[in-house]
């Protein structure tokens, strides 16, 4: 009897210790941080060739397909748009009637949503568009919008995380007359460099979506990829680069930064340039944001570009990834340069005016739900009347990182926290980083597209969550129109 209670006891202390041990582990583990030995050239997605359709529109073919990468793992299965992994980089000049056919050769059901870009909702790829595997679809509209770095990738029903995260990703680069996009570093691959980010988890040779213990954001992976190169460095032969900064990940927040904390320029947000170069020496951002920066570099030097302290030092933050560091990205200037200067003003803006706003709205992010309500495709939670201002007031209504991600328009941020927005949020955005308890108003015009029977989406776009239901529709209507929306 003596003996069984021994016995017990023992089992009991082995249990608990078993127990705290993993408890210790959970709460103290270190942050990541992942320096690399950057040995491979970084990969610049090509430029989608293009054909002219009839009266002069610019016809573009994706193609969803599989195939192998080699991220040095092996051959990892992958998914791409005309290749293995990633796609082409679509370019389009405003004012240019533009079409992209999209064929499916997935074994699934996929969509293509052109991220930032303003056009009809018929074509903005949403769930409502499904291309079942086989299928096909063609989004047809007019480029009308400041250039700009945009982004398309899938965007189904509860698959967006899986299908982003396989590699369904390109750049959409939006080209206008602005003397400033001159006068900054435009030479595309050479001195004006998308820098595609993403982070990937392996399991042997195979991408994971694994989620790590705490994460309430899905997939936070511990190697990066940038345009689909791990360890990647760009040699540069001008004294400035301009990078278009695309945070491609499915969940993980990036607070972009070059070593040593040496400044650059940022000249633009998702919509477009800003009103003149922000020297700063970081700029956060999270799943979906664009920002250009442009980075001065001596002869012969190496600079690193990377992530730091996302997110602040609070438990939430750290189970999120939001205290992990990361290299990036090394620079490697030749031993001469091309002397370039960066232009003192970029693009005038004019603000929006919130005494025009035709409408305010309220949301609050918060669990899996927009103001308690998940994602029902048969219902309008804003009617919006063409061509109208409205000022929307975004919540964040708990300790989860989320973002506001809003289709069709650009707007402009208000207040953050009844505050006036920092540089980084003081151009055109589509999509903004909803901080833990956090409020934010922005403002936007929505022009030109009316449609009662089809929506546009507003939502989260923590991957993750979106699959989860934690998104809304808007509908754009002529003055005294109904929607009518089917589901
Ligand atoms: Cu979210």
Redesign the pocket.
Known sequence: MRKWLLGGLALVLVLCGGGAAALVYFFARPPLDVRVVFDRALRIPPIADSRQGEQGRRVFELQARSGDSDFGHGATRTWGYNGAYLGPTLRAKRGEAVAVNVRNALSETTTVHWHGMHLPAAMDGGPHRPIAPGGSFQAAWTVDQPAATLWYHPHPSERTETQVYRGLAGLFIVDDDEPAQRALPHDYGVDDIPVLVQDKQFDGDQLSMGERLGSD?GVLGDEILVNGTPRPYLDVRSELVRLRLVNASTARIYNFGLAGGRPFALVGTDGGLLDRPYMTDHVRLSVGERAEIVVALEPGERLTLRSEQALGGDLESKFNGGRDAFDILQLRAGASLTPATLPKTLVATPRLDPEQAAQTRSFV?QG?EISGRGMDMSRADAVVVKDTIEVWNIANGHD????FHIHDVQFQVLLVDGRAPPPELSGWKDTVF?APKQRYRVIARFADYADPATAYMFH???L???DEG?MGQFVVVEPGQQPRLHG
């Open positions: 954001i992010f899996r989860t990182p989320h973002s909803l989260c776009h923590v993750k969550h979106e934690m």
